[in-house]
C-alpha cells in the first residue's frame, strides 16, 4: 500500500461509515414516512429533530421525536439528508423548520414572523423539525 493512500485511509474510512449511516438514517425515515402515508390522513410527517430546554442543552421530547443517533446524524448532515429525502419523493416538499408553541398550544414556524414580533416571542423552546409533506 502506498503511502499517499495510507494517509487518506482514515478518511477514506470514516467517510463510508458516513455514507453508510446516511443510508441507514434515509431508510429509517422512508419507512416512517410511507407508515404515516398508509395509516393517516394527514399529507405530512413531522420529525422533531431536538428541543432546546431552559439550561441550554438539546433534549428529545414529544411522540414524534427521532432517537438520538438518527437526529445528530441528521443535524450532522443537513443537506445530505435533505437531498436524499428529495431523490426519495421529488413531488414533495422536504424541509427543516423551526418553529416555538404559542400560547394556544399551537406550533408556529418562526421564519414566516416579521423582524417586529419575534422580539415578543420567547425563543428559548424553539424546536427544530424535519418536515416531509406531499399535500
Do not use: H
Amino acid at each position: 500500500m502506498s503511502r499517499s493512500v495510507l494517509q487518506r485511509l482514515k478518511a477514506t474510512t470514516e467517510e463510508e461509515t458516513r455514507q453508510k449511516n446516511l443510508k441507514q438514517t434515509l431508510k429509517y425515515l422512508y419507512n416512517n414516512i410511507l407508515t404515516k402515508a398508509k395509516t393517516s390522513s394527514e399529507t405530512s410527517c413531522k420529525f422533531q429533530l431536538q428541543r432546546l430546554d431552559v439550561r441550554g442543552t438539546y433534549v428529545n421530547l414529544g411522540p414524534n421525536a427521532l432517537p438520538s443517533d438518527y437526529m445528530n446524524l441528521i443535524l450532522d448532515n443537513q443537506g445530505d439528508i435533505l437531498s436524499g429525502l428529495r431523490e426519495l419523493f421529488p413531488d414533495s416538499t422536504v424541509s427543516i423548520k423551526t418553529e416555538c408553541r404559542a400560547a394556544d398550544g399551537n406550533f408556529y414556524d418562526v421564519n414566516t414572523f416579521d423582524e417586529t414580533l419575534l422580539r415578543f416571542i420567547d425563543r428559548r423552546y424553539d424546536q427544530t423539525f424535519l418536515v416531509v409533506d406531499w399535500s
